[in-house]
């Protein structure tokens, strides 16, 4: 690949099997949220009655626990690079973390060169595995251990599953904020992303990608 951007070149940001699996995340999670706030917060709890909200919230969940099995069995190199890229951190991005501020007003020009995930990318990621695997783990709890746990363990399980729940909608508010900001919505829902966009912000990992289709196609 040529240092360069040419302004018709597209990179492929996401192919198809990571973007299918992003949908499974993002609707499973968000039919998680919508439902477990009319179990949880009275004024909605008019639309709980009759439990197809609770039936609802367990579909959720089924579906949210599938998504690491999901990705691994479709995708197994790109689960496992998620894994490892939301858990490392290199020099550069500890000083990008520095830097974060110019990011979060929209301004990535002179900021340290990021592999395929910025660092901010990596911690948000690296939030969404701990905390999904801690609301699994006191849902599981709270679902299965009505008979084994006293109403103390079950209270506990419940804060636990509360309090990840807000961490990861906090994240999900931020996660939203920098889609927009940094117009990346094209690069999950069709794949490909402009170069020079990529060069931008990825210019390590755009540098590290083979010169050629589909990593690289041209736009008449
Ligand atoms: C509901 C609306 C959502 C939108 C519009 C959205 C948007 C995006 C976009 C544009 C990317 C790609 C960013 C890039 O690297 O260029 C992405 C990646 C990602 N998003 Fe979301 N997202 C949404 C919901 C969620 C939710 C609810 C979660 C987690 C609970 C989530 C977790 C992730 C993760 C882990 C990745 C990296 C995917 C991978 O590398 O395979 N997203 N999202």
Redesign the pocket.
């Known amino acids: 690949m040529t240092t360069n951007a040419s302004p018709t070149r597209k990179v492929l940001?996401?192919s198809v099997k990571?973007r299918l699996?992003?949908a499974l995340?993002?609707s499973s999670?968000?039919t998680l949220l919508l439902t477990g706030l009319t179990l949880l917060w009275s004024p909605l709890s008019p639309l709980a009655a009759g439990g197809l909200m609770r039936h609802l919230h367990y579909v959720g969940a089924v579906l949210f626990m599938a998504v690491p099995i999901v990705?691994l069995m479709v995708d197994r190199p790109?689960a496992k690079e998620?894994l490892w890229d939301s858990f490392h951190y290199d020099r550069d991005d500890w000083t990008w973390l520095k830097h974060v501020y110019a990011y979060f007003l929209g301004h990535c020009e002179g900021m340290p060169p990021q592999g395929r995930?910025n660092a901010g990318?990596k911690l948000?990621?690296a939030g969404?595995v701990i905390f999904?695997a801690s609301i699994v783990i006191s849902g599981l709890v709270m679902w299965f251990g009505k008979g084994m746990l006293n109403a103390n363990g079950l209270a506990v399980a419940a804060i636990i599953h509360n309090l990840s729940m807000l961490i990861?909608t906090v994240?999900?508010i931020g996660?939203?904020y920098f889609?927009f900001v940094y117009d990346?919505?094209a690069?999950?829902v069709q794949g490909y992303?402009p170069e020079a966009e990529a060069r931008l912000e990825h210019a390590k990992w755009v540098e590290s990608l083979p010169q050629k289709e589909p990593w690289l196609v041209e736009e008449n």
């Open positions: 940001r996401y990571p699996v992003h995340l993002a999670f968000l990705y790109a998620l995930l990318q948000h990621h969404v999904s990861l994240l999900l996660h939203l889609t990346a919505l690069g999950m992303i």
